[in-house]
Structure formats: structure tokens, C-alpha cells
């Protein structure tokens, strides 16, 4: 009988004799007053932790305690203390050798797993800390935490399986030699995601946000997430294309963000014309090309003045950027019609913006037409 019990026994009256029914109501005591220590300790921490850190997080203008306090980091880290307290004050309340090596080996389970969850939220609430102020290389980070993740939870597997099988941890790990292949397989996406992860972060090939195309997956559209193995891509019409990381290393892709980041879109659009109604320019209509072309030659035709009157009204336009090249020409003509393209650079880089400037350059096209006498297909 422990020291503690005897006390309590003499305490209550209780002769610690070799009387069965004061052993077991000794060991129940001993039992309840281990248990309500272990849960009076969890409550502490978590209480103070709380306390602590809601007190820091709004006299401080650090955003790392805002975010730990946020994803309650720090009641993981109150969940691993009961255990580390349990297995240290053990012998001072029980000492039935069975009930101890039962008790340890359950104590043991839990602070290895509750180890991991403190890891696991530990690595999440840096994570978030890392994407909210938008560090360059937090693709790298995040992928290199969840691995960190991964690792803790592959280790907390085969300390498990030390404490189930009463074995050396280490002679476990020397023996995983011969599965070494195995899990090169079963892990084959994760490994490749990790180092295809550190590359799209360090040469900043892709992040979050991002508009990219990649044709093998049928994907268009804006990144919303990377994670270890996958890259999520929300298409245009809402759908979410689900792409392997290492893919985006050996696959050719495109990604826009430099429209973004220089504000800047280039235009190439393109009308068909019919060469039939393609004829000399007349006296009447050389007046509308009068300012652009000085003089009225024989070769003149009003092909030759609708690229004029088209490149003026693309250099006009207050969208159109004067620093860039803007011009019109013709491409090889075809079957359908003559190629008329519209080459330009544009500050109008949204969707509806360029889009709607688009259809404005069109109806200008249309109307040029129509005063040369010039048919579009």
C-alpha cells in the first residue's frame, strides 16, 4: 500500500490490515483521487492557457497569438499535460504492479497520440498564420508542415505498435528497412507532392489565387487551395478540377497571374471579311482616310482604309495602352474570308472589362464596314 492510501486509511479509520474489503475500498480512494488530480490539472492549463493568451492576444498587436488563441492551439497543448502528469504521479497512487502496467501502458498510448494532435494543431495554426500575412515562399511552408504532420502521425503509428507489441521502438525502425519499397509506393503522390510543392513554391510557378490553365485536366480557372499532393482549381463555371501537384512540374500549364501583377492584358481578336466586297477606294470614301492617308493612290483600297480607321480608333481608345504595340493586320486568308486581327494591349484586365472592350473594338469594326462598303462574314 502507497503512502498515500495508508494515510488515508488511518485518516478514515481504516486499519491498513490485510482485510480485503479495506484494500479495495483503499485502492478506490488512491483511484479517485489519482483521477480527479489528472482532471484538475487538465482544467488548470486549459483555464490559465486561456486566460493567458485572451489577455496577450488583445493587449499585443501580434496576429501569431490572435490566430493561436482562434484555433484553441493551446487546448491541444492542455490535453498532452494530464497525461505527462498521470504518468509521473502513477506510482504515488496506485501500486498494484498489475493495475500500474495496465494503467502505463494506456497513459503512454494517450500521450503519444495527444502529442500528435498538439503537432497536428500546432502545424495548422502556422499554417494560417503564414497564409493570412502572405509570406512569399508559404506554398514551401505549408507544404514542408504538412510533411512535419505526416511524419509525427507515421511515428505515432509505430510507437503504437512498440507499446502494443512490447517491442524496442528502434528494432521496429531498423526492421521498416524491408518495407522501404512498399511505402515508396503507397506514398508515391505524397513524396512526389512534397518535392513538386517546394518547386511551384520556390520558382513561384503557381499559388493560391492564381487564374491557370491546364489542358490534359480540362482546368480553367482560379487556384483556391495547394496542398501537399493536390493543386484545387475552381473552373469558370464553378466546377473544381482536382490536380496532382507533381503534374503542374512535368505538364506544360499557364498560369496569368503577371496579367494581375503588371495590369496589363494583351487583345487578339479577329474578323472575317469578304474579299468580294474588297474594291478600290473611291473619291468619296478616300475623305474618311483623308487625315491618315495624304494621298489617294490606285492601290488604294478600302481594305487598305478600314486598317487605317481601325488602328486610330484603337490607339483613341482610353483603355488601350499608348506604351504598347497596337496595330491591325492581315493574316492568311481562308476559305470563310479574309483575317483581319486586332492587336492591342489593354488595362482592362477583368473579365467583364475585356470582355465589354472587346465587343466595343467588334461594333467599331462593324460600323468602319459599313461606311467603306466592306461585307463581314
Known amino acids: 500500500m ?19 474489503l479495506d484494500t479495495i475500498l483503499t485502492n478506490s480512494i488512491s483511484v479517485f483521487l489519482y483521477v480527479l488530480a489528472i482532471y484538475l490539472s487538465f482544467k488548470f492549463t486549459q483555464l490559465v492557457g486561456r486566460k493567458l493568451l485572451s489577455k496577450l492576444a488583445v493587449k499585443t498587436t501580434f496576429l501569431w497569438d490572435d490566430i493561436i488563441t482562434e484555433q484553441k492551439t493551446f487546448n491541444l497543448f492542455a490535453l498532452v499535460i494530464p497525461g505527462v502528469l498521470s504518468y509521473y504521479l502513477l506510482p504515488l497512487f496506485i501500486e498494484s504492479e498489475t493495475l500500474t502496467s495496465v494503467t502505463l501502458f494506456w497513459i503512454k498510448l494517450y500521450i503519444v497520440w495527444a502529442t500528435w494532435g498538439f503537432v497536428w494543431g500546432l502545424n495548422r495554426a502556422i499554417s494560417t498564420y503564414v497564409e493570412v500575412i502572405k509570406l512569399n515562399y508559404s506554398l514551401a511552408v505549408k507544404t514542408v508542415l504538412q510533411m512535419v504532420t505526416l511524419l509525427s502521425f507515421l511515428v505515432s503509428i509505430l510507437l503504437t505498435l512498440s507499446l502494443i507489441l512490447n517491442k524496442n521502438v528502434f528494432i521496429l525502425f531498423t526492421g521498416l528497412g524491408a518495407m522501404v519499397a512498399i511505402l515508396a509506393i503507397v506514398f508515391r503522390d505524397t513524396l512526389l507532392g512534397l518535392v513538386a510543392g517546394i518547386q511551384l513554391s520556390t520558382n513561384k510557378m503557381v499559388e493560391k489565387g492564381d487564374w491557370v490553365e491546364v489542358p490534359k485536366f480540362n482546368a480553367d480557372g482560379r487556384v483556391i487551395n495547394v496542398n501537399l499532393t493536390t493543386v484545387f482549381v475552381e473552373n469558370w463555371d464553378k466546377s473544381v478540377t482536382h490536380i496532382p501537384s507533381y503534374s503542374l512540374i512535368s505538364e506544360s500549364f499557364k498560369n496569368w497571374r503577371t496579367i494581375r501583377e503588371k495590369k496589363l492584358r494583351s487583345i487578339r481578336r479577329v474578323i472575317l471579311l469578304t474579299s468580294k466586297s474588297i474594291t478600290p477606294l473611291s473619291a468619296e470614301k478616300y475623305e474618311l482616310v483623308k487625315h491618315l492617308v495624304p494621298t489617294h493612290t490606285p ?51 477583368t473579365f467583364e472589362d475585356y470582355e465589354r472592350l472587346c ?19
Do not use: W
Not at 494515510?7 to 478514515?12: D, S, T, V, W
Not at 482610353?318 to 492581315?330: G, S, T, W
Open 359 to 377: 465587343s466595343m473594338l467588334y461594333d467599331t469594326a462593324h460600323v468602319i464596314c459599313i461606311k467603306l462598303d466592306i461585307v463581314p462574314v
Open 2 to 20: 502507497t503512502i498515500i492510501s495508508e494515510g488515508l486509511a488511518r485518516h478514515l479509520s481504516l486499519s491498513p490490515s490485510t482485510s480485503k
Open 299 to 349: 492601290d488604294l483600297t478600302n481594305l487598305s482604309a478600314f486598317r487605317h480607321l481601325m488602328e486610330e480608333a484603337l490607339k483613341q481608345n482610353p483603355l488601350i495602352d499608348e506604351n504598347h504595340p497596337a496595330f491591325i493586320r492581315m493574316l492568311p486568308p481562308t476559305a470563310q474570308g479574309l483575317q483581319i486581327e486586332f492587336y492591342a494591349f489593354t488595362s482592362a484586365i
